[in-house]
C-alpha cells in the first residue's frame, strides 16, 4: 500500500511537471501578447513592461525562473490585475469554486444513488425508463443551456429566486443543480449497469437465500460490490465539475476561479491562466490519490496485493 | 460471424430511426446551407430587429436583424463539421497509438501508454482553452485542438483490445503461416477493433460537438459571422442568452438545435452499443 502510493505520488508529480512545461511552451507559442492592444504601445514602453515581467531573458531562462517560482507556490505577477498577485487571486476565488463543486457533488450523489438503486432493482419497469429517460437528457443537455434554462424560469419567469448574486444559501440553488445535473446523470446510469450485474451475482442469491432483508441485501451487499466503478470515474467526474465550473461560474456570474480563469484567457493574462492550470491539475492529481487510498477500503483485495 | 440482423434493427426500432432521420437532416442541411436558407448569410435588416417568429422570419430575427433560421441552418456546417471532423481524425490518430502500443507490448506500451495517461487525467475544456490560444479561434485551429484532445479515448480502447486480441489462436495460427507483422496488425488484428471503435466514435461526436458549443457560448470558440462558415450554435445561443429577458426565441432555437443534435447522437450510440455488444444491455 505504501510504495503504491508513493508511486501514484511520484506520478502525480510528473503529470504537474509535464502539465507546468507544455502550459509554459503552448503560451509561448501563442501569437499575440499581453500588451497588444488597440492603440500600438511606444516601444519604449513596451521594453519597459518586458524587462519588468522579465519577458526579454532568453526562453529557457524564464522556463527555470517559472518552476522554481511555482515550487516555491508563488504564480507571479497578473498581468491584468495589477494590485493583486496571481496566487493572492487564486486564494481569493479558490474557496468559492471549491464550495460550489462540493454542493453539486453532494447534489449529483443524493440524486444519483436513489435513481440508480430503483431503475436496477426495477429493472425493465416504468420506474426504470423514466430514470434512464431523464438520465440520457441530462447528459445531453450542456450545463451552459440548462442554465440559462433554470434562470429563465424560476428567475424570470416565476421570479422565485434572484441571480448574478454569490452572497446567501439560496444563491447557490441554482448552480449547484446546473453544475451537478450531467453527473447526477451519469452517476445514476453507470450505478444502475452496474447493480444490474451484481444482482445477478451468487452472492447475492445466498445472501437472499438465507433470509436476509431485501433491504439489507440491496444496500450492504450489492451497493458496496457496486462501489468500485463509481469510485473509479470520481477522477474524470472531479475534472467534469472543475471545467463545468467555468461555464456556470459565467452564467450565474458567481466570483470564482472559473470566471477567472475565462477572462484571463480572453485577456491573455498568462501567468493567471498558467497560474490556475497548475491548481486544477494539482486538484486532479489529489482527487485520483484519494481514489487510490479509497480504493484499498471498498476493496480489501487491493491493499493486499 | 456476419449476422444480418444489426442493420435490421436499426430499422425497426423507431426511436433509432427517428435519431438518425433527425441527424441526416441536420447533415443535408450543412451541406446545402447557402442554397436553401431563405435569406443571405450575414444579411442584415435594421427595421426588423429581435423580430417574433412570423411566416416571412421562421424563427424570428435576432439583436441585429438577421433571419434566426438561416443562421441556424449556418451553424449546422459548424457543428458537422467539428463533430465528424475531430471524430475522425482522433480515430485515426488514436487507433495507430493504441494498435502500436498494444501490438509492441513491454516497455514501449508502458511509456506510450503513460503519455496516454498524463493526457487522460486532464479536463477536455482546459487542454483544449490552452490549445485554442495557439492554434487561433478559426475552424481549422478548432479541429486540431480538439482532436488532440479527444484521441486518447481510442488509443485506451484500441490498446486493450489488442492486447487482448494478440493472445488469441488465430493471430498464433497466422504468425506460425509466416504472415509478417503488419499483415498479422492490419488484417488480422484491426477488423476485430472495428466494434468498439465505432461505438467510441459515436459517442466522440456528440462531445466534441458539446465542446466546441460551450467555447463558444463562453466566448472563446469560432465567431466569423461573414464567412460561408456560419457562426456556431453556440455564439448563437451566448447572443440570444443576453436578450433571454424580452425574446427568449432567440436562445430557444439555437438551444434547441445544440441540445436535440446531441440527444440524438447519444441515443444513437447506445443503440449502436447495444446492437454491437448486447452483453452491455
Known sequence: ?305 | MRDPTPAKSITLNPILALCAAYLALVLFIAVLAPWISPYAAGGLEEQRLLENPSWTHWMGTDGLGRDLLTRIFYGARVSITVGLGTSLIALVIGTAYGLVAGFKGGNWDHFMMRIVDIFYGLPDMLIFILLSLVFGRNIGGLLVALALVSWVRFARIARGQVLQIKELLFVEAAGALGASRARILLRHILPNLVAPLIVTLTFSIPSAILAESTLSFIGIGINDPYSNWGTSWGTLAQDGYRAMRSHPHVIAFPAAAIFLTILAFNTLGNGVRDLLDPKQR
Open chain 1, 1 to 305: 500500500m505504501i510504495s503504491l502510493l508513493l508511486k501514484r505520488i511520484s506520478h502525480g508529480l510528473l503529470v504537474l511537471w509535464v502539465v507546468a512545461t507544455l502550459t509554459f511552451l503552448l503560451l509561448r507559442l501563442a501569437p499575440g501578447g499581453p500588451f497588444d492592444s488597440e492603440r500600438k504601445l511606444p516601444p519604449e514602453v513596451i521594453a519597459n513592461l518586458e524587462a519588468k515581467y522579465h519577458l526579454d531573458e532568453p526562453v529557457w531562462q524564464q522556463y527555470l525562473r517559472y518552476l522554481s517560482a511555482i515550487a516555491r507556490g508563488d504564480f507571479g505577477p497578473s498581468y491584468k490585475y495589477l494590485d493583486r498577485g496571481v496566487s493572492e487571486i487564486i486564494a481569493d476565488t479558490l474557496p468559492t469554486s471549491a464550495v460550489l463543486g462540493g454542493l453539486a457533488l453532494l447534489f449529483a450523489l443524493l440524486i444519483a444513488f436513489p435513481a440508480g438503486l430503483l431503475a436496477a432493482y426495477f429493472r425493465n419497469s416504468a420506474i426504470d425508463r423514466l430514470c434512464m429517460f431523464v438520465a440520457t437528457l441530462g447528459i445531453s443537455l450542456p450545463n451552459f443551456l440548462l442554465g440559462a434554462f433554470l434562470i429563465w424560469l424560476v428567475a424570470l419567469q416565476l421570479g422565485w429566486l434572484q441571480v448574478g448574486r454569490w452572497d446567501d444559501g439560496l444563491s447557490a440553488i441554482l448552480p449547484t443543480i446546473t453544475l451537478g445535473a450531467a453527473p447526477a446523470a451519469y452517476l445514476a446510469a453507470l450505478l444502475r449497469s452496474t447493480l444490474i450485474e451484481t444482482l445477478g451475482e451468487d452472492f447475492v442469491r445466498t445472501a437472499r437465500a438465507k433470509g436476509l432483508q431485501e433491504s439489507i441485501v440491496l444496500v450492504k451487499h450489492a451497493l458496496c460490490h457496486s462501489l468500485i466503478p463509481v469510485l473509479t470515474v470520481m477522477g474524470p467526474l472531479a475534472a467534469a465539475l472543475l471545467t463545468g465550473s467555468f461555464v456556470v461560474e459565467y452564467v450565474f456570474a458567481i466570483p470564482g476561479m472559473g470566471r477567472f480563469f475565462i477572462t484571463a484567457v480572453t485577456d491573455r493574462d498568462y501567468p493567471l491562466i498558467m497560474g490556475v492550470t497548475l491548481v486544477y491539475t494539482a486538484l486532479l492529481v489529489c482527487t485520483n490519490l484519494l481514489v487510490d487510498v479509497l480504493y484499498g477500503y471498498v476493496d480489501p483485495r487491493i491493499r493486499v496485493q
